[in-house]
């Protein structure tokens, strides 16, 4: 019933918006970056972009100013195949710890996997490389390809990695269904414990790019094929079992997307010939390697994406949305509800961009893509007629079923003087955009006043500090019953101590 739901959740929110307001999609340009291979936001504060650029330096994008947020170019091994810095991931409680982590191939053994634990500054503006902490180090010298790369959160707290195969073609080091091997695989990586990791799921050639659906946590791969086929894997959520995905085999080199594998080379392997008690799980999708049936340019190679749940995209909400490295063509399906299904409504979105490298979501889940070329662009406005294909349903029977508001608050300062003013931002997405909306800020949690949101979708509030406290703020359920209520992370002030003059 929920997922139903959601699938038709976007069809109420474009009745709302109305005809008027319709304005066709399209890519705001965010900036221009050197080799740009992946984008996130602050996990407080979605207007802080981290953009990760492949020779090592992680760029911070904040109110149209871009700085250095991190240099690690003297341990990372780039830019040979598809060496590189290849993504990050903020931790979930960023704002109160600092800590990131970084997927990168390494310089003191060529092409050798890292992840690593890095610190921001208590600013949070910068992070020293000195801050290194390694978690996994995993050989990977003999080809210059098939990495993986992607680091995500889970919708468990936990933290995941993609590896691909090795390199080579047809799966050269048996990597991906040896169970010994941590090739060909996503990975739950244990913070905690260096050198520690629990296998999550195998049989993949090159998971370059992964992603959890923010709403329901299902976990969409995107998994680069050989010569025939590219394929999107999927695992719905609840985590942990083997339905959100854990022990599942994705069958490379047995499988090259529905299709038999290579198997090689020479002789299939053993595991080929014994599949797993529970059999190979197909991708719910997978393409071949002919031009792209509706804007053309040949396709080679997935780059997989996330799942919209940013409702300013009309009809588009709910729909995964994914690319083709060399087609260039940004195109949307419908998943379908269990790791057996397959997914529908595969369609082109009319947009192009040049080698996209990956997508990317922040905190508000607006959806982001970003070009091998320089750009990162921004998706906004509503999907061409038809694509996706908005379903015939009742706007009654799915409103209940729209996305829980995102809320964010940030200060202006974490520590403030005794009796003065605390500057707390505070912002909303989904948000219609129309004055009037109200929004709560709590104090200690006590109601602390209320402020009406602004046309863009903020509110100010200025409360007096005499000692520390924590604040937070939520959304009453809308009047129209539009979307859901929400309610912010806990944000902590401190007393600053006076300075003397």
């Given amino acids: 019933m929920i997922r139903a739901g959601i699938a038709v959740a976007a069809l109420a929110l474009a009745l709302l918006l109305g005809p008027s307001s319709a304005q066709a999609l399209t890519l705001q340009d965010v900036g ?13 504060d979605a207007g802080r972009l981290f953009v990760v650029e492949r020779t090592g330096r992680i760029r911070l994008f904040e109110d149209g100013v871009n700085t250095l947020f991190a240099d690690l170019s003297s341990v990372v091994s780039c830019c040979a195949g598809e060496r590189g810095l290849l993504s990050i991931a903020l931790d979930p409680d960023f704002g109160a710890n600092g800590r990131l982590f970084v997927d990168y191939t390494g310089k003191e053994e060529p092409g050798e996997i890292h992840v690593a634990e890095l610190t921001a500054a208590p600013n949070r503006q910068t992070a020293n490389i000195s801050t290194l902490k390694q978690l996994l180090k995993i050989p990977h010298g003999t080809f210059a390809t098939h990495n993986g790369g992607q680091l995500q959160f889970g919708p468990d707290g936990q933290l995941y990695a993609s590896t691909g195969d090795g390199g080579g073609s047809n799966d050269q080091l048996h990597t991906a269904q040896d169970p010994a091997s941590p090739l060909g695989k996503i990975l739950q990586v244990n913070i905690g414990t260096p050198d520690t990791y629990t296998r999550w799921s195998s049989g993949l050639r090159n998971p370059y790019r992964f992603s959890f659906d923010s709403l329901t946590g299902d976990m969409v791969i995107g998994d680069v094929g050989q010569g025939l086929r590219e394929e999107i894997d999927f695992a719905p959520s609840p985590f942990p079992g083997i339905t959100g995905g854990q022990n599942a085999n994705y069958g490379w080199n047995c499988r090259e997307g529905l299709l038999a594998g290579p198997q090689g080379p020479g002789v299939p392997d053993p595991e080929c010939a014994t599949p797993p008690a529970g059999g190979f799980v197909d991708p719910v999708f997978d393409y071949p390697h002919s031009p792209d049936p509706d804007l053309g340019g040949g396709r080679c190679s997935i780059t997989g994406g996330y799942v919209a749940r940013d409702a300013s995209l009309g009809a588009l909400y709910g729909h995964y949305v994914y690319a083709d490295y060399c087609a260039g063509v940004l195109r949307s399906l419908q998943l379908p509800a269990s790791a057996k299904g397959r997914a529908s409504d595969d369609c082109s979105l009319g947009l192009r961009v040049d080698h996209p490298v990956s997508f990317g979501e922040d905190s508000a889940r607006r959806l982001y893509v970003v070009e091998q070329g320089g750009g990162v662009y921004r998706f906004a406005g509503l999907p061409p007629a038809g694509c996706p294909t908005t379903p015939d349903e009742t706007p009654a029977l799915i409103r209940r079923q729209l996305s829980p508001t995102f809320i964010g608050i940030k200060p202006q300062r974490r520590r403030v003087e005794r009796g003065k003013r605390a500057l707390l931002t505070v912002w909303v997405s989904p948000c219609l955009g129309r004055k009037g909306e109200p929004v709560t ?8 006043g209320t402020k009406y949101l602004s046309r863009a979708c903020t509110a100010r509030f200025l409360p007096q500090i005499r000692r520390g406290a924590t604040f937070a703020a939520f959304t009453h359920e809308d009047r129209a019953d539009n979307y859901l ?6 944000l902590r002030i401190r007393l600053a101590h006076r300075r003397h003059r």
């Fill in 441 to 448: 800020l709590l104090r200690n949690g006590r109601a602390n």
């Fill in 32 to 44: 221009t970056f050197d080799q740009p291979i992946y984008v996130t936001s602050d996990p407080d």
């Fill in 485 to 490: 209520a929400g309610k912010s992370r806990k």
